[in-house]
């Protein structure tokens, strides 16, 4: 967690996924429940030694990305309006073995060209089939559902 006002819990999300290694990045790809009703959003992350990249398609839509040392737009776009979020990402951790794989992301977010939060994105997944993936974030309004989510 990083500038997490006191009080702020992780958020933590364990999902089902799917997992691949193609071309040398990985590939997850996971549903979320967003609300009660409606269509499961479907999250698609690629991660590879240059970055990190969060596809949103279903109740909300997005693609982010995360590059160390960068700022890029993304449009976060949900049934209520869409938002325009800047991400700099300031630190990325890849840790890569045959059964897991480690991403630890620091990265600063803006709405609207106003800042918003300092963030952490912590994703770990596990087993030949990815039977697990887990995303800690540092508190829900700035947790990427955000693919994971925000």
Request: hydrophobic share 30%; aromatic share 8%; proline share 4%.
């Amino acid at each position: 967690m990083m500038d997490a006002p006191e009080g702020d819990e992780p958020i933590e999300i364990v999902v089902p996924g799917e997992y691949y290694f193609r071309n040398g990045s990985h590939y997850l790809r996971y549903e979320e429940m967003l609300e009660d009703h409606g269509d499961p959003t479907v999250n698609y992350i690629k991660i590879s030694p240059k970055g990190m990249e969060v596809r949103k398609k279903g109740q909300v839509n997005t693609h982010m990305v995360f590059e160390q040392g960068k700022r890029n737009m993304a449009f976060y776009t949900t049934s209520f309006g869409t938002l325009e979020m800047g991400i700099s990402a300031t630190n990325l951790e890849l840790k890569e073995s045959d059964s897991r794989l480690d991403m630890k992301v620091n990265y600063s977010l803006d709405l609207n060209q106003e800042h918003v939060a300092d963030c952490c994105l912590d994703i770990h997944a596990q087993g030949k089939k990815c039977r697990r993936i887990c995303a800690v974030g540092n508190n829900e309004a700035n947790f990427p559902q955000v693919g994971f989510s925000r």
